[in-house]
């Protein structure tokens, strides 16, 4: 049985989507209160509900929105992306649409063409939110109906790392009104503090398994380089969570060294040591 991490710097958060996931389950997925979520990257959006889908034995899929492309055009329609529902038979599910702001969002830089997939998309959503049936693209190039009443979905981007979005501001930035009217609930994470970066690293299972091979690495010495260096680089972090892995990647693949070009050579062994 799979087991949850820890949510750094969310806590509040989690409590709150914690009890929409407890009341889809209980109500016998009765009552779906599809929301959105708003964060920038390396806030913990898709490691939050990924974590309370393995808490409540829910049945979790992830759709990439930003690849989506409208039915009838070539590419990863909304109906190919929702296939894997015909294997859940019914079971309750969340449905994790990362990158949904990519859909619909002011500003960027689509082409007129990509802009009408795009739209076209987001109506495609409309139309699955409205029904308890979706039509999906099965095996033989042949459509099926699968029921998702059983489905809850949570729609998720980074909204150009903007903090406290609300549905007025969702609105300014170029989502549907009838989208809003059938998903009202929008939450926000919240940016990461060097203390919740600082707790992630000591308790980073990457940094376990990198000192279970360079067993000459003092743990300590590590750890304190590595705060050093999120310290001196918090300001410039746009990967968010991710800033952590990175670093200890890059300190153990470079030999103990962070901020240098050259990489040392690496040896394929099963025990390996800081030259």
């Known amino acids: 049985m799979k087991t949850t991490q820890t949510i750094v710097g969310q806590e ?4 709150e989507i914690n009890r929409i996931f407890k009341i ?5 997925c009765e009552i779906r209160p599809h929301f959105i979520l708003t964060g920038g990257s390396g806030t913990g959006k898709s490691f939050l509900i990924k974590n309370l889908t393995i808490k409540h034995e829910l049945n ?11 039915e009838g055009v070539s590419g990863n329609s909304l109906s190919k ?9 019914g079971k309750p599910t969340i449905v994790f649409v990362d990158e949904f702001d990519k859909l619909f969002i002011s500003g960027n830089s689509n082409s ?6 795009t739209v076209g998309v987001q109506n495609e959503f409309l139309k699955v939110l409205e029904s308890d049936m979706a039509s999906v693209f099965g095996d033989y190039g042949k459509f ?9 979905f949570v729609f998720a981007g980074a909204f150009n790392n903007e903090e406290d979005i609300n549905l007025d501001r969702l ?11 059938r998903v009202g609930l929008v939450y926000n994470t919240c940016s990461l503090s060097i203390k919740d970066l600082f707790e992630i690293l ?8 990198y000192l279970s091979l360079f067993e000459n690495s003092d743990r300590e010495t590590v750890v304190l380089r590595l705060r050093g260096y999120i310290q001196k680089n918090y300001e410039l972090n746009t990967l968010g969570a991710r800033m952590v892995n990175t670093i200890i990647n890059q300190y153990f693949i470079k030999g103990g060294k962070l901020e240098e070009e050259t990489v040392n050579k690496s040896v394929f062994q099963k025990k390996l040591t800081m030259e």
Not at 12 to 15: A, D, G, N, R, V
Not at 171 to 180: S, V, W
Not at 202 to 209: F, G, I
Request: charged content about 20%; overall charge neutral; proline content about 2%.
């Open 144 to 152: 099926i109906n699968v029921n998702i009443k059983n489905t809850l």
């Open 12 to 15: 509040k958060l989690s409590t």
């Open 81 to 89: 992306a929702l296939s894997p529902m015909l294997q859940n038979s």
């Open 60 to 70: 979790f899929m992830e759709i990439n929105a930003a690849q989506l492309t409208k």
């Open 171 to 181: 609105r300014e930035l170029g989502l549907k009104t009838e989208f809003l009217g």
């Open 202 to 209: 000591e308790n980073s299972k990457l940094l376990t398994d």
């Open 112 to 117: 007129s063409c990509a802009h009408e997939s």
């Open 24 to 28: 889809f389950k209980a109500s016998e």
